[in-house]
């Protein structure tokens, strides 16, 4: 008997195509799944049908396909069936499409990485990322490499900007006779100094 040869997809298969069964629900799904999975199927089914758990062809199939949730055979009784995504043992990192832009960016600027790990709970975020929703902002018909010279542009201006008000305010400070204002805008590795002060007061005079 050829037809009781091979496993339980093939032989259902050969009997489908004889006309001597109905095609039942899960045999299109299983044939589009992944061929570990398949094996997992098709060779853990007899040894839950053998312990008199469930019926064969219905109940089985669905029970372990839905459990691992690799092709979902949903309501196979209902004669329904549609598909969900496929896990992978390794997870995938997350990538957003301005993290492309933001290495090429401390790769020309490696002091900003100082500013990109601070203010974790902050609302504002750090310039490389700015750089980044810049450039694919201005990305529409112009070429990267113009793109990313402009955004450039804009980070030294707005730079230079932020150090020519903190030189007026200690300019108009020192007319006053006043003591000169704290920078408004500090460096990151001012503001990590500035943490770490009076630890390094306590190692040695504590």
Known sequence: MSFMKGDL????????????????MWLKAMEQSVPSFRFFIL????????????RYEENVLSLLILSKQKILVAGVGLGTT????????KLQPISLPENVYIKKFFQKHPESKHEDAIKIFGFNPPPARDFGWRVLELKT???????????DMEYQAEKKGKNKAYSRLKKI???????????????????????????GCDRFYN
């Open 43 to 54: 060779y853990f089914t007899p040894i839950f049908f053998n312990s008199g758990c469930v």
């Open 82 to 89: 549609c598909n969900i995504s496929l896990r992978e043992n």
């Open 173 to 199: 400070a020192r007319l006053q006779g006043r003591k000169p204002p704290t920078n408004p805008y500090p460096s990151a590795i001012m503001e990590i100094q500035a943490e770490e002060r009076p630890f």
């Open 141 to 151: 018909g112009v070429s990267e490499e113009e793109v990313m010279a402009v955004a």
């Open 9 to 24: 997809l093939n032989r259902t298969r050969r009997l489908v195509k004889g006309l001597a069964k109905a095609e039942p």
